[in-house]
Nanobody, 123 residues
Framework: QLQLEESGGGLVQPGGSLRVSCAASEFTLDYYAIGWFRQAPGKEREGVSCISSSSSSTNYADSVKGRFSISRDNAKNTVYLQMNSLKPEDTAVYYC????????????????WGQGTQVTVSS
């Protein structure tokens, strides 16, 4: 079974940057669209960004457009989410997920999920 592991979370000051990674072991991510989601305390999980298997298609939530960038390195079996100009409201646990088919920031249809990595934006 495809297993995903997020890394790179941490504490960063407002306006700072952070890159989180999503890596897979034992199975290749080449054929999967990957989505990033986040869940803040007391809130529902929401879609942040996604990237198609070929990297030809990406999508972003309005709240992160122009600040976040998703990319993938299939040779390293890893997907990245570069987060710039971070705001306190970006504080959340960030999850990556994989699905066959199209890129989507809707969490339905994602079959495999990581355990999440905490991102905290605070001074």
């Amino acid at each position: 079974q495809l297993q995903l592991e997020e890394s790179g979370g941490g504490l960063v000051q407002p306006g700072g940057s952070l890159r989180v990674s999503c890596a897979a072991s034992e199975f290749t991510l080449d054929y999967y669209a990957i989505g990033w989601f986040r869940q803040a305390p007391g809130k529902e999980r929401e879609g942040v960004s996604c990237i198609s298997s070929s990297s030809s298609s990406t999508n972003y939530a309005d709240s992160v457009k122009g600040r976040f960038s998703i990319s993938r390195d299939n040779a390293k079996n890893t997907v990245y989410l570069q987060m710039n100009s971070l705001k306190p409201e970006d504080t959340a646990v960030y999850y990556c997920a994989a699905r066959a088919g199209r890129c989507s920031t809707w969490q339905g249809g994602y079959d495999y999920w990581g355990q999440g990595t905490q991102v905290t934006v605070s001074s």
